[in-house]
């Protein structure tokens, strides 16, 4: 099981984490997605075949990229 904390400048609301939590959930492998609007960060655990550069992808396919 993998875990990453990304930060996501786009976030602004409760609405945006609930956005990307739906989109990332949906990637098979992904078991958790958290996000916290305040830190404008959510934090992502997952296993195979999700791989962070899938869900980064995801992050910037819905125009929410995560900062580098």
């Not at 980064?56 to 125009?63: D, G, V």
Request: glycine letters at 4%; proline letters at 6%; charged letters at 20%.
């Amino acid at each position: 099981m993998e875990k990453q904390t990304l930060t996501i400048p786009n976030i602004s609301c409760n609405h945006c984490v609930m956005t990307i939590k739906k989109e990332i959930s949906g990637l098979k492998g992904v078991s958790s997605v958290q996000g916290d609007p305040a830190t404008k960060a959510i934090t992502v655990e997952w296993k195979a075949p999700a791989t962070l550069d899938n869900i980064r992808e995801i992050l910037k396919n819905i125009n929410f990229p995560a900062a580098s």
